[in-house]
């Protein structure tokens, strides 16, 4: 069965950066677009950004624009995100998640994420 | 903050109903399938209905889902202990070309 795991998650000052990955298994995964999405302590989902199955579109949330770039390597069936200039503020778990259909029979951008892996925590703290 | 709006919470007594309301704008839920998600205490979150109404293999049909205009709504019945969770709309957005969560609601079994 599909199975993702995030690692690279740890404590960063202000300003600093770090790469989180997410190992993917149990599915063919350079046929599906993958997304980041973060929980910020105590706090509601935030969605981070996305990629398309070939890497050819990315979508970033306001808060990730000129920081953050997601990337994967689907040879190594690994999804990436290279978080730099941290802020307290991005500090949360942060969890990668599958999209349910391949990108090439999509109409569109994803309404869903139909598996999501456990989670690594980030924390930005001087 | 949040595009799309839920009570923060609600709560019921076991076997009870609740419902979970997810107000949005043409931009989201008015143009897009919406999407339930259920995180228990210290999880991950968890897909619990897709397309508006549809349930994931594994999913008891005590979960169910419907959508007008820019508004849905998640109804869970027979409520059980094991429901205790926070539950999250979720769908594309068009005008922001980002992915939105709901606010989140935090169900209660009294």
């Known amino acids: 069965q599909v199975h993702l795991a995030e690692s690279g998650g740890g404590v960063v000052q202000p300003g600093g950066s770090l790469r989180l990955s997410c190992a993917a298994s149990g599915f063919h995964f350079s046929d599906y677009g993958m997304s980041w999405v973060r929980q910020a302590p105590g706090t509601g989902l935030d969605w981070v950004a996305f990629?398309?199955?070939?890497?050819?579109?990315?979508h970033y949330a306001d808060s990730a624009k000129g920081r953050f770039t997601i990337s994967r390597d689907n040879s190594k069936n690994s999804l990436y995100l290279q978080m730099n200039s941290l802020r307290v503020e991005d500090t949360a778990v942060y969890y990668c998640a599958k999209d349910p259909t391949p990108s090439h029979e999509a109409r569109g951008p994803s309404s869903y994420y139909d598996s999501w892996g456990q989670g690594t925590l980030v924390s930005v703290s001087s | 903050q949040s595009v799309m709006t839920q009570p923060p919470s609600v709560s019921a007594a076991p076997g009870q109903k609740v419902t979970i309301s997810c107000s949005g704008s043409?931009?989201?839920?008015?143009?897009?399938?919406v999407a339930w998600f259920q995180q228990l205490p210290g999880a991950a979150p968890k897909l619990l209905i897709y397309d508006n109404n549809k349930r994931p293999s594994g999913i008891p049909d005590r979960f169910s889902g419907s959508k007008s205009g820019t508004s849905a709504t998640l109804g869970i019945t027979g409520l059980q202990t094991g429901d205790e969770a926070d539950y999250y709309c979720?769908?594309?957005?068009?005008?922001?070309?980002?992915?939105?969560f709901g606010t989140g609601t935090t169900v209660t079994v009294l």
């Open positions: 990629i398309r199955s070939d890497g050819s579109t990315t």
């Open positions: 979720g769908t594309w957005d068009g005008s922001l070309t980002s992915y939105v």
């Open positions: 043409g931009s989201n839920i008015g143009t897009n399938y």
